[in-house]
């Protein structure tokens, strides 16, 4: 089970950190991402980090701006997002990502609103 | 970068009838790493088909995965109300990790 928290609503140039709760699952085994949904948009990829944290990876939009990290003696991944943009506004997911088999996501976070608006 | 474009933007399906969804890549990509999720309104997206054509761990045989190169389908047999959804695909290359637009299903 994949548990998100922290979203808020937050003005533009602001900062917000997301985390990501992690059970039923050893989670230091796993890479894991975080995806996004603009209200009524599609999925867009966001971040990921590698199971023992020392690789990251970000979209170009997010670049600079946001950071995720994780604590796997917590089992969590986090998101923290600064120089906020109107157009971050969206459900964040963080979502597992399988690896073995060719399988990609196979777990969701039910999500959690982030709101950038003045 | 791979790009993903589904066709079409909306399908409109009596119940028991058969739909057809189409993702069509950029270039030519390995089956493999091209996956097809469902998200019901209001819900987390679902893993349906990874690596093309494989059924996820409790997806029904209602759903089916085709396609390689850069023609990739998934197929509802028979539409079930319940099948109302936004399904949208995947690739998950070592450059790219990129949605398609989606497809919203629905009822005729």
């Known amino acids: ?118 | 970068e791979i790009v993903l474009t589904q066709s079409p933007g909306t399908l409109s399906l009596s119940p028991g009838e058969r739909g057809t969804l189409s993702c069509r890549a950029s270039q030519t990509i390995s089956r493999n790493y091209l996956a097809w999720y469902q998200q019901k309104p209001g819900q987390a997206p679902r893993l349906l088909i990874y690596a093309a054509s494989s059924r996820a761990t409790g997806i029904p045989e209602n759903f089916s995965g085709s396609g390689s190169g850069t023609d990739f389908t998934l197929t509802i047999s028979r539409l079930d109300p319940e099948d109302i959804a936004v399904f949208y695909c995947l690739y998950f290359g070592t450059s790219s990790f990129t949605f398609g637009q989606g497809t919203r299903l629905e009822i005729k």
């Not at chain 1, 937050?10 to 709760?21: A, D, F, H």
């Not at chain 1, 890479?31 to 990876?57: C, E, F």
Request: glycine residues 12%; contains cysteine.
């Open chain 1, 1 to 118: 089970q994949l548990v998100e928290s922290g979203g808020a609503l937050v003005q533009p140039g602001g900062s917000v950190r997301l985390s990501c709760e992690a059970s039923g699952f050893t989670f230091s085994d796993h890479w894991m991402y975080w995806v996004r949904q603009a209200p009524g948009k599609g999925l867009v990829w966001v971040s990921r980090v590698y199971n023992d944290g020392t690789i990251t990876n970000y979209a170009d939009f997010v670049k600079g701006r946001f950071t995720i990290s994780r604590d796997n003696s917590k089992d969590t991944v986090f998101l923290q997002m600064n120089s906020l943009r109107v157009e971050d506004t969206a459900v964040y997911y963080c979502a597992r990502y399988w690896g073995r088999g060719y399988i990609p996501l196979d777990h969701w976070g039910r999500g959690t609103l982030v709101t950038v608006s003045s």
